[in-house]
């Protein structure tokens, strides 16, 4: 009868918690927790009693909580050897801590390996909203120079019609060549392995020199068109007159249909806008736009 009583026992003892206290890591099940240096230092070693754990004499390697309440706890003794005259570790196994401070050290891993899995979802959620807001971060920068490579070839499309402008023998080929420069800088954002390569990518592009730009650089045409590096700008507004031009036109058109608009505030708001006299902070903008309501 007392096998049998020993036997179930045995059985019903389980693996409550283990620590490995050389990599800090609290175990339960499958779920391993990683406790952070500071964690580590300042919580848990400060509260391991000194006949349980002694930083660099004799030290925990593995400690282990069963559910009923025993313990296996395996430590290391910094031990001196007269004949090498060194110093050397020596495990064995620890039993001399009482179950009342066992139960206190399961408790104190218990809960702390709680809290710091769920630091350590918290801290991997940021970095995955991080990772996230980079990639839109990255994606945006992609589409943004793409669609300025779109906008170049939208604004020279005049300029290889029959019936363009000239300045130089050769000019309608030389923008030809230009747009077909600007075209195989082209590429799709699925090319690309990562948001971040693409960003790469974008960020290392330079634009060529239109045929404009050329002459007006080189008058007297000495140097190939796009054989030099110096033809290639990184941003647009350099390398195109024509770019220029449709930004003045854009910057033209708003200021002359912008219309301002009324903004209705509260009479206390309208008054303290007033005794701030706000307006000479923001000396462009017309404040007799506030209108008040009917709210005090």
């Not at 902070?281 to 506030?290: A, G, L, R, T, V």
Request: hydrophobic share 35%; charged share 30%; aromatic share 16%.
């Amino acid at each position: 009868m007392k096998e049998i009583t020993q036997r179930i026992t045995a059985a019903e003892r389980h693996v409550r918690l283990e620590i490995n206290f050389q990599d800090k890591l609290a175990a339960v099940g499958n779920t391993v927790t990683r406790f952070t240096e500071e964690v580590w230092e300042n919580i848990i070693l400060k509260s391991i009693p000194s006949n349980w754990h002694d930083s660099g004499k004799d030290e925990i390697q593995f400690l282990i909580f069963y559910t009923d309440d025993t313990y296996f706890c395996q430590k290391k003794r910094n031990k001196y050897d007269f004949e090498t005259k060194s110093t050397y570790w020596a495990s064995y196994v620890f039993n001399e801590g009482s179950n009342d401070q066992a139960k206190e050290l399961y408790e104190l891993f218990d809960g702390l390996s709680r809290v710091q899995k769920q630091a350590n979802y918290s801290v991997w959620i940021q970095e995955g909203k991080e990772l996230y807001d980079n990639a839109f971060y990255f994606q945006s920068k992609y589409v943004k120079k793409m669609v300025d490579i779109q906008n170049l070839l939208l604004y020279s499309d005049w300029r290889i019609l029959p019936d363009a402008p000239k300045k130089m023998e050769n000019e309608k080929e030389m923008w030809i060549k230009w747009r077909d420069e600007l075209r195989k800088l082209m590429r799709s954002f699925d090319d690309f392995e990562t948001p971040y390569k693409a960003y790469e990518y974008v960020s290392k592009i330079k634009i060529p020199f239109d045929p404009r730009i050329y002459l007006r650089e080189y008058p007297n045409q000495e140097v190939e068109y796009l054989s030099t590096e110096d033809q290639y700008v990184k941003e647009e507004f350099m390398a195109s007159n024509d770019w220029v031009a449709a930004r003045i036109l854009d910057i033209s058109d708003f200021v002359q249909n912008y219309i301002p608009v009324e903004v209705v505030v509260t009479k206390k708001v309208k008054k303290l806008l007033s005794e701030l006299k706000i307006e000479k902070y923001f000396p462009y903008y017309d404040f007799e736009k506030y209108v008040k309501g009917d709210q005090y």
